[in-house]
């Protein structure tokens, strides 16, 4: 799925070439990175729930850039297990602040995306402050999500008919962190959010953007 105004774009990655799309943005140092979900389980950026966080923040006038994990379409290198797609999005990050002097940054993710980010979110490149951080459907049960404790400007997504997420689970794990995140919770909403995009998106811009 496309989204108005990207270019695409490939960056320098650790295991080889990173296939991405770039929106520019206003240029004002805030930039918007979005992480797809699972690669062995047909992820890639072109997820719509991710395409739909990043129109989300285009419309706001943010730099975005989404982009394949290693393996998956013209990215080089193989799956790793979720340790090589934290180091992926690492090398985007740095991309993004030594080539369009990224500042201000707002990271999401998607399922296994929301673990890259969550993972990531404490790793940031010099220079780069972490404005917020959005998990959506975040697969708690995944081996280390319990030990992350996200930071305080975190908003959690979740639907309650999640299929593929058990939302109790995710309740639970919001509830337990030393800064519990902001709970977005979506009735009726499945893994995927078929039907409930536009309400994903505008549920987003309320939260990240509140009286814009």
Not at 38 to 54: A, E, I, Q, Y
Not at 56 to 73: I, Q
Not at 136 to 143: E, F, G, L, Q, T
Not at 153 to 178: E, H, I, K, M
Request: glycine share 14%; hydrophobic share 50%.
């Amino acid at each position: 799925m496309s989204v108005t105004g990207e270019l695409p774009v490939t960056l320098p990655g650790p295991a080889g070439p990173i296939e991405a799309r770039f929106h520019p943005g206003s240029g004002d140092g805030r930039v918007a990175v979005v992480c797809h979900p699972h690669p062995l389980h047909g992820g890639s950026m072109d997820n719509k729930v991710v395409t739909t966080l990043c129109r989300a923040w285009r419309d706001e006038g943010l730099a975005v850039v989404r982009f394949n994990f290693r393996g998956v379409g013209g990215s080089a290198g193989i799956h790793a297990d979720g340790v090589g797609e934290v180091d992926d999005l690492l090398a985007v990050l740095r991309w993004l602040v030594e080539g369009q002097g990224a500042r201000h940054l707002l990271l999401g993710g998607f399922s296994f995306g929301a673990w890259v980010a969550a993972a990531a979110a404490g790793r940031l490149p010099d220079g780069l402050v972490l404005d917020h951080l959005v998990l959506i459907a975040p697969p708690v049960r995944y081996a280390g999500f319990d030990a992350l404790q996200p930071p305080a400007a975190t908003v959690v997504v979740q639907g309650s008919a999640d299929d593929v997420v058990d939302p109790a689970s995710v309740v639970a794990w919001v509830a337990s962190r030393q800064a519990p995140p902001v709970m977005v919770w979506l009735e009726g909403a499945g893994h995927f959010f078929h039907g409930r995009l536009a309400s994903l998106k505008a549920e987003l811009a309320a939260r990240l953007f509140p009286g814009q």
